[in-house]
């Protein structure tokens, strides 16, 4: 399929005038020591608050639990639906005139470069993270003031995205300060290696439709590698969010401030337990997990009768002043050794792999690894590179190293097929398997009939979730 060029100029400058069916994401800017002014003054726009809103709310992304119960990081305990498969029929529009919005007007005002060069590279994170939900979606018309944008493919959102992260990183310059700036504290080299990781991320995501050495996918990752100031390589430099607590709450403290229906799924506890991994004091609060995919009359007396049941993270790591975590030098050491085993670097797999795994104990607070964990049969790495064995070992460790990141999660398991997951008991969905894909929404269709009508038939099965979006087909 021939990419469809975007005109990035027109992108990058367009103005969203009408109002997006979902509501924007609370401020943040006064409670992280920003400004108490409202950031959207629509004379004057706080760039500095409207940077601090987006980093502030961005967490969200990272620890959606929908697609937690999709993949299989959390078990729901007592109203069960999410986890039963029920229809997925949601709206996109709220990311758009919230967070995607304030970052678009950074970048329409155009009065600091360095934090122009920051909204596009977060303007790539949301652009994908509402494309793999949903699938194809609008960009190019997108944040424009076009009340009826068109909807473009996965593979030009996927596409687009990664040439605006590689032209993000080139355009920093060394004068521009950056306000707001409440992870990276307007440090452009942390910056650069974010985007850079991050568009190892999106090639590695492409591996089903771009296998080989040599190709788009590889490419990608290896100019990704190769850029300027690298990659993420150290945990000083993950990308992160410390909450300050008060009115501002790490989103787990959140969850569980008033209610208790949310817990780590006995699938989760027992790939830790299969491996004695060491993490598993962090990702849960003790060692029995809640029984996936059971309906509300076996589930609600299950945690009734076994009070004792794991919640989501140790107590201590969600406090409503936690830090949550976004991207991690983890991540990218493990991705890097799926790309040296695939054949798209010439990157020590070995290395990469053991660094990444000591990478996520240490960002947990867990004592190294030994000689004996990377030993055993589930975790260990053979030879030669390429070998099933292998693939299946380094994938599920990123998916280990990735949670609670639901949405990590379940695009590991989507791209990959590992873990393999058994559907839940009692789905509710007449097909009984798991949610591969968010169906539009029918005020989506409302608002926007045909070129929504238009994206629905462009999926090979339609808009139901059980079709797949482009890059896991």
Not at 165 to 194: C, E, M, P
Not at 204 to 227: C, F, I, W
Not at 304 to 312: E, L, P, S, Y
Request: with cysteine.
């Amino acid at each position: 399929m021939k990419m469809k060029k975007i005109n990035f100029k027109g992108l990058l400058v367009g103005l969203l005038a009408v109002s997006m069916l979902a509501p924007s994401c609370k401020r943040y800017s006064s409670d992280f020591g920003d400004t108490n002014d409202n950031p959207n003054n629509i004379n004057e726009p706080l760039l500095g608050a409207l940077l601090t809103n987006v980093l502030a709310g961005i967490s969200g992304v990272a620890n959606y639990t929908r697609p937690g119960y999709y993949c299989q990081y959390f078990s729901e305990t007592q109203y069960s639906a999410t986890s039963l498969y029920s229809l997925p029929q949601l709206q996109y529009e709220g990311y758009y005139s919230g967070s995607m919005m304030d970052l678009q007007t950074i970048v329409n005002k155009g009065t600091n470069n360095n934090m122009t060069q920051v909204a596009k590279i977060l303007l790539a994170y949301y652009y994908t993270f509402v494309s793999d939900c949903w699938g194809d979606v609008p960009m190019s018309e997108a944040l424009q003031g076009n009340g009826y944008p068109v909807y473009d493919s996965q593979e030009d959102i996927y596409k687009n995205s990664l040439a605006m992260l590689a032209d993000a990183v080139a355009s920093f310059d060394a004068a521009s300060g950056i306000q707001g700036d409440i992870v990276y504290s307007g440090n452009v080299t942390k910056w650069r290696k974010f985007a850079n990781s991050l568009r190892v991320r999106l090639a590695l995501q492409l591996t089903k439709k771009y296998p080989s050495a040599g190709g788009y996918a590889a490419t990608q990752l290896q100019a990704a590698l190769n850029d300027i100031d690298g990659v993420i390589t150290d945990n000083a430099d993950n990308f992160k969010v410390a909450y300050p607590g008060g009115a501002y709450q790490h989103p787990w403290f959140a969850t569980y401030n008033g209610r208790s229906d949310i817990g780590e799924s006995d699938v989760m506890v027992g790939i830790m337990q299969a491996r004695t991994d060491g993490r598993q004091a962090m990702y849960g609060s003790s060692n029995l997990g809640v029984p996936y995919g059971w309906d509300r009359t076996s589930v609600d007396p299950w945690q009734q009768a076994n009070t004792g049941w794991a919640r989501v993270l140790q107590a201590s790591l969600r406090t409503e002043s936690s830090t949550a975590m976004i991207l991690s030098a983890s991540e990218v050491y493990l991705n890097r050794a799926e790309a040296a085993d695939r054949g798209w670097t010439g990157e020590d797999m070995n290395a990469m792999y053991k660094a990444g795994i000591n990478a996520s104990f240490a960002q947990w607070g867990v004592t190294a690894p030994s000689n004996a964990y990377f030993a055993q049969a589930n975790v260990a790495l053979g030879s030669p590179a390429g070998s099933a064995a292998n693939v299946q070992n380094i994938v599920m460790q990123q998916y280990i190293a990735a949670y609670p990141d639901g949405m990590r999660g379940w695009n590991i398991w989507r791209r990959t097929g590992y873990p393999v997951l058994v559907p839940a008991r009692d789905a509710t969905n007449s097909s009984g398997q798991i949610v591969r894909r968010f169906v539009y929404d029918a005020q989506t269709y409302g608002t926007n009939p045909d070129a929504t009508n238009a994206a629905a038939g462009a999926i090979p099965g339609g808009d139901t979730q059980d079709s797949k979006v482009w890059w896991d087909r």
